[in-house]
Structures are given as structure tokens and as C-alpha cells.
């Protein structure tokens, strides 16, 4: 009867760590995303440049926690759109710069929204 308890237990707290985890990630994405979207809408290209760049100091610290229990193929698609915006500032492309930052915001919200809770992601 002791093991039942202990396995009851185990179950239980993978659950607690397994939503503490998903409230994390999904505020941090969240943030990252209105970030980015800010950028993208703002008529200042310097503005839009340091958003960007904080955005992606932000997106470096936290890649190695999300990656481990995220689908590389989604943080790998993140770091791709960061990639894109290095090269729009370097050439001072700003509507191409605007556009990959609302492609950005949406990715990091598609990264949250695959952590959530819903019924779609238990099937």
C-alpha cells in the first residue's frame, strides 16, 4: 500500500512542476511577444533596433530552459526570424524589419500557446 502512496505522490508532483512550468514559459513568451510587437509597430527604426536586440538578449537566456521542453523545430524556428531581423538592420530594411517582428511575435506566441493547458495538446 506504501508504494501506491509513493507513486501517487511522484504523479503529483510531476503535474505541480509540469504547470508551474507552463505558467513560466507562457509569461515569458507572452512578454517576449509584446516586445517584439511593440517593435514592430513603432516609427522609430532605432527604437525598433533596441527593442529587438533586448528581445533577443531576453529570447538567449532563457532558449536552453524552453528548448528542453519545447519542439526544436519551433525554437529553432524563433532563432531563424532573429537571424532574419540581424540582417534587416544591418541593411537598414525597415519594412522587411517590421514585417519579421510581427512574424516573430507570433512564433513566441505559438511557442507559449504549445505549452498551455487546452485539450488539444493532451490528445
Known amino acids: 500500500m506504501k508504494r501506491i502512496w ?3 505522490g511522484l504523479l503529483v508532483a510531476l503535474l505541480v512542476v509540469g504547470v508551474a512550468l507552463m505558467q513560466i514559459t ?5 512578454t517576449l511577444s509584446q516586445a517584439v510587437e511593440k517593435a514592430s509597430e513603432t ?3 532605432e527604437e525598433a ?3 529587438v536586440r533586448s528581445a533577443q538578449a531576453q ?3 532563457k532558449r536552453q530552459l524552453i528548448a528542453a521542453f519545447s519542439d ?3 525554437v529553432d524556428g524563433v532563432d531563424q526570424i532573429f537571424a532574419q ?4 538592420q544591418r ?3 525597415r519594412l522587411d524589419h517590421a514585417a519579421a517582428c510581427a512574424q516573430l511575435s507570433e512564433a513566441l506566441l505559438n511557442l507559449a500557446e504549445a505549452h498551455a493547458l487546452t485539450w488539444w495538446n493532451l490528445l
Open 6 to 8: 509513493l507513486g501517487v
Open 26 to 30: 507562457n509569461r515569458q513568451m507572452e
Open 43 to 45: 516609427q522609430s527604426w
Open 49 to 51: 533596433i533596441t527593442i
Open 59 to 61: 529570447w538567449q537566456q
Open 72 to 74: 526544436h523545430a519551433d
Open 85 to 88: 531581423l540581424e540582417v534587416y
Open 91 to 93: 541593411y537598414g530594411s
